[in-house]
C-alpha cells in the first residue's frame, strides 16, 4: 500500500495525558498537513509543512501541540495535556507542491478519545 | 478568509432518484473548488475538481459546475445507487493560501 498512513488509528486517553500521532506520506510527495475533524463538522486545518519546515499553524494549534516533520518524510503531531475538547479523528494528508493543485491525498485518520 | 457554505444533511434519496448538493464559497483571489467524499470507515477521497471559472469536473457519474458569478459549486447526479451513501465535503484551494479549506460535509443515505 503507497498511500498514506496514520498510526495509531485508535487513541483512548485519559484527561492530562500525552498522546503522539505520526503519519506517513506517499513518499515522494514533499507537502505534509494535519487536520482536525470533529463529529458533524469538516476538517479543520492545523498546519502543514513543505519538506521539513512547517510553513504555516492555525490558531486552533494551541502550545499544548507540536508537530515535526524531522527528516522531510514522517511527520508527529504531540498534544500534550489533552483536554476533553482534544477528542476528534486528527487526518494527515500529503500532496506535491510542484503540483500545487489543491489535490490532497488523505490517510484514514487517527481518533482520539479523551476520558 | 476563506470559507465554504454545504447544505445541512443527512440528504435521504431513494435509489436512481436525482442528487444536488448545495455548496457556495467566499474567496480571496481565485481558487479552485473541489469535491471529496468520505465513504463509511474510510478516508477523504477526492471526487472531482474545477480550477478556474466555467470548468464542470466530473467523475463516476457525480458533475459540479465552477460558477464564478453565483460563487457555487453544486454537486449533481443524475441517479443515485446505494454504494454513493456518503459524506461529501465541498473545498476550496488557493495557491497563496496553500491549504484546503472545508465545508461543513453533507451525509448522503441512498435506499432502496
Known amino acids: 500500500d503507497t498511500g498514506v498512513s496514520q498510526d495509531p488509528r485508535h487513541k483512548i486517553t485519559k484527561r492530562g495525558q500525552n498522546v503522539t500521532f505520526r503519519c506517513d506520506p506517499i513518499s515522494e510527495h514533499n507537502r505534509l498537513y494535519w487536520y482536525r475533524q470533529t463529529l458533524g463538522q469538516g476538517p479543520e486545518f492545523l498546519t502543514y509543512?513543505?519538506?521539513?519546515?512547517?510553513?504555516?499553524k492555525s490558531r486552533l494549534l494551541s502550545d499544548r501541540f507540536s508537530a515535526e516533520r524531522p527528516k522531510g518524510s514522517f511527520s508527529t503531531l504531540e498534544i500534550q495535556r489533552t483536554e476533553q475538547g482534544d477528542s476528534a479523528m486528527y487526518l494527515c494528508?500529503?500532496?506535491?507542491?510542484?503540483?500545487?493543485?489543491?489535490?490532497?491525498?488523505f490517510g484514514e485518520g487517527s481518533r482520539l478519545t479523551v476520558l | 478568509g476563506n470559507s465554504v457554505t454545504q447544505m445541512e444533511g443527512p440528504v435521504t434519496l431513494s435509489e436512481e432518484a436525482f442528487l444536488t448538493i448545495n455548496c457556495t464559497y467566499t474567496a480571496t483571489g481565485y481558487p479552485s473548488l473541489f469535491w471529496y467524499v468520505q465513504y463509511p470507515g474510510e478516508g477523504l477521497q477526492l471526487l472531482l475538481k474545477?480550477?478556474?471559472?466555467?470548468d464542470k469536473g466530473s467523475n463516476k457519474g457525480f458533475e459540479a459546475t465552477y460558477r464564478k458569478e453565483t460563487t457555487s459549486f453544486h454537486l449533481e447526479k443524475g441517479s443515485v445507487q446505494v454504494s454513493d451513501s456518503a459524506v461529501y465535503f465541498c473545498a476550496l484551494f488557493t495557491g497563496g493560501g496553500n491549504k484546503l479549506t472545508f465545508g461543513t460535509g453533507t451525509q448522503l443515505k441512498v435506499e432502496l
Open positions: 509543512f513543505q519538506n521539513e519546515a512547517q510553513l504555516e
Open positions: 474545477a480550477t478556474k471559472a466555467d
Open positions: 494528508a500529503s500532496s506535491l507542491v510542484q503540483a500545487n493543485t489543491g489535490e490532497l491525498f
